[in-house]
């Protein structure tokens, strides 16, 4: 519990990753990939439940293996390239609900592709979350001001060079670019209430927990890689 709510962890790994199949138990560091998850949950007391949304056994045993439940399967309509976060959440957290008898006041989203995730990263958002009256709060990182939207491109069908976004003409210097974060997967913090009745993680009212250190959501072989090779 933290300040007497009740928390659900969440670790959403469907098996069909196309960019790096099975990535979520893709060894890394030594360990399957959602192992590196599982431990700092294993680390955060405030922590009530972890469980782990999966439609893949090989996945459900792995992370069982490591300390987290796996006691349902995610459905085929929930476990496509298309399925957006919402309704995953939604469906572990009425699973989870059901099975204990009681309800949750905060659910925890942790993607297993973070394995640079902190105990502190995760302690933060539910900190944030709880303190500054929130619906959600997300980990992000400041976006360098080369990838800033406003010095983005297009290339049209006949190979044409155009901004994406017109108001780019009128950047001179980057002291006129506001900066401009990205999440970078670590960790969301979601009230149930906000989870239950509306169809996206961000409100109005939604919190950052700003990460200063490089911190990367694996998607790709090469980024699988250059982790890998960068561990000390």
């Known amino acids: 519990?933290?300040?007497?709510?009740?928390?659900?962890?969440?670790?959403?790994?469907?098996?069909?990753?196309?960019?790096?199949?099975?990535?979520?138990?893709?060894?890394?560091?030594?360990?399957?990939?959602?192992?590196?998850?599982?431990?700092?949950?294993?680390?955060?007391?405030f922590i009530d439940q972890a469980v782990v949304s999966t439609d893949h056994e090989e996945i459900a045993h792995t992370a069982e293996a490591h300390g987290l439940a796996a006691p349902f399967r995610r459905p085929q309509e929930l476990s496509g390239d298309r399925v957006g976060d919402v309704d995953v959440l939604r469906h572990a957290l009425t699973c989870m609900e059901a099975a204990s008898k009681s309800t949750y006041d905060v659910i925890l989203m942790l993607q297993?592709?973070?394995?640079?995730?902190?105990?502190?990263?995760?302690?933060r958002v539910v900190k944030l979350l709880v303190s500054g009256q929130h619906d959600s709060v997300w980990t992000v990182s400041l976006t360098d001001l080369k990838y800033h939207p406003l010095k983005a491109l297009t290339i049209d069908t006949h190979g044409r060079l155009d901004l994406y976004d017109s108001r780019g003409h009128e950047i001179i210097a980057r002291q006129q670019l506001t900066p401009t974060y990205h999440r970078n997967g670590a960790a969301y913090a979601i009230?149930?209430?906000?989870?239950?009745?509306?169809?996206?993680?961000?409100?109005?009212?939604?919190?950052?927990?700003?990460?200063?250190?490089?911190?990367?959501?694996?998607?790709?072989?090469?980024?699988?890689?250059?982790?890998?090779?960068?561990?000390?």
């Not at 709510?5 to 893709?26: E, F, Q, W």
């Not at 297993?112 to 302690?123: A, D, G, I, L």
């Open 191 to 232: 009230r149930r209430e906000w989870l239950l009745t509306q169809n996206s993680l961000l409100s109005p009212v939604s919190g950052a927990v700003v990460i200063d250190a490089q911190i990367l959501s694996l998607d790709t072989e090469e980024e699988f890689v250059a982790l890998e090779n960068s561990h000390p």
């Open 112 to 123: 297993p592709t973070c394995p640079q995730r902190t105990v502190q990263h995760v302690e």
């Open 1 to 45: 519990m933290f300040e007497d709510l009740r928390v659900l962890a969440v670790v959403p790994a469907r098996g069909g990753s196309k960019g790096v199949p099975l990535k979520n138990i893709r060894p890394l560091w030594g360990k399957p990939l959602i192992a590196h998850t599982a431990e700092v949950i294993a680390q955060c007391p």
